[in-house]
């Protein structure tokens, strides 16, 4: 006997949903044969292929559908010469496919219930058939009240989410920021709801390689997560005076535009500090990163939040003031404990990135106030709800299994493609 679970990001944007449940994915490898007496397996599937660049535990993998993006006009095919219909049906039938042939024990799926244009509705039908125990994990800020409440509406409303999970975990703590009480998380969700604490603590990171990014301490980094959006960022820091005897590390991200990565190299190479600042891209150890740095300059995005939290690395956020209200609420949030410094995104400048780096470095931080240990409880949360899952007959052959989702036809799907996605 072992424990299967499954768990399920869109990543049209960005990766923090993919590196969110590859957090989750280490602390259930960990915690649960230590609870429940028995071996775990797991599936990922994701949305993006450099999901894959971040390892899982031994006897997981990942299954990357093919994406979508979003391009000026909304969201499209990242790659596959589709229509919207097509590739929600491609990807409906292969998630449903592959759902059923791990006929898992637990189902995990990040932020959004029903996936791009319900995409998930046809596995979670089967999965609540199997008595298979459904969770919906939940950053712990939403968006505006007003425009969680219009995405609820968009997908049938919280009770529509109620019929196929049985219990959300927010991954956050309550006395920073609660998106019960603001009205984030509708009532038919939450007496459901179990607040973890950030996934911080304990968080996965590989090991040193020859192509790791190294430099001399002290340094200073500064990242923008995946990168989409964070060409103003980037840019500034890279015209930012490097601190007296420290180094620079900019962590532009993997999904920079091209030509917004040019830009950051070019004010590099005329930055008085040039020799003492160093590009990157990619970098699979950013959590030592953070820790070890003198300070940290960021976005406001969860995963490198909760990254940033699990050190007393002094950190400046400067949270994306477009498509969500999402960053600004949580940099407030965490400005008000005290965990962090933030700068709007209309007062950044490179004198202002100066400003504060000179006097970060002088200091720490200390963030022992907000609850950092979410990745701890993941594994006993997660055996609760196997102790509260029915009976059911045994399960079939995996190699027998047959996909149980009836693809949409092309229209109807591309009838139905919701711009809710992020």
Known sequence: MSITVVLYSHDSVGLGHARRNRALAHALAADLPRLTGQPVRGLLIAGHPDATADSLPPGWDWLVLPGFTRTAEGYASRNLDVSNGRLTALRSSTAAAAIKAMSPDLFIADRHPFGVDEELLDSLK???????????????????????????????????????????????????????????????????????????????????????????????????????????????????????????????????????????????????????????????????????????????????????????????LVPRATRRAEQPRRARAL????????????????????????????????????????????GALAAAELSLAPPVPARPDPAAARCAATPLSPPAAEARIESHVS
């Open 126 to 316: 089967w999965l609540r058939s199997q008595g298979t125990r459904c969770v919906l994990g939940m950053r712990e800020v939403l968006d505006s009240p007003a425009a969680a409440r219009a995405e609820w509406d968009r997908i049938g409303g919280a009770s529509a989410a109620a019929e196929f999970y049985h219990a959300v975990w927010v991954y956050g703590d309550p006395s920073v920021y609660n998106p019960i009480t603001s009205g984030e998380i509708p009532a038919p969700l939450a007496t459901r709801t179990r607040f973890t604490g950030y996934l911080s603590h304990g968080r996965p990171t590989d090991e040193l390689s020859d192509s790791s990014v190294r430099a001399p301490r002290p340094y200073v980094l500064s990242m923008v997560g995946g990168g989409s959006d964070g060409g103003r960022l980037a840019l500034a820091a890279a015209q930012a005076r490097v601190p007296a005897g420290h180094r620079h590390i900019i962590l532009t991200g993997p999904q920079m535009p091209p030509e917004d990565h040019s830009r950051v190299q070019k004010a590099v190479a005329a930055s008085p500090d040039a020799a003492q600042i160093q590009v990157t891209r990619l970098a699979p150890h950013v959590p030592q990163l953070v820790r070890e740095a003198a300070a940290v300059v960021s976005m406001a995005g969860y995963n490198s939040t909760a990254e940033i939290m699990a050190t007393t690395t002094p950190a400046l």
């Open 335 to 378: 400005a008000a404990v005290g965990a962090v410094d933030t700068l709007a995104l209309e007062e950044l400048s490179a004198k202002a990135l100066s400003r504060w780096l000179v006097d970060a470095v002088t200091r720490r931080c200390d963030r022992d106030a907000v609850d950092l240990d979410g990745l701890t409880r993941i």
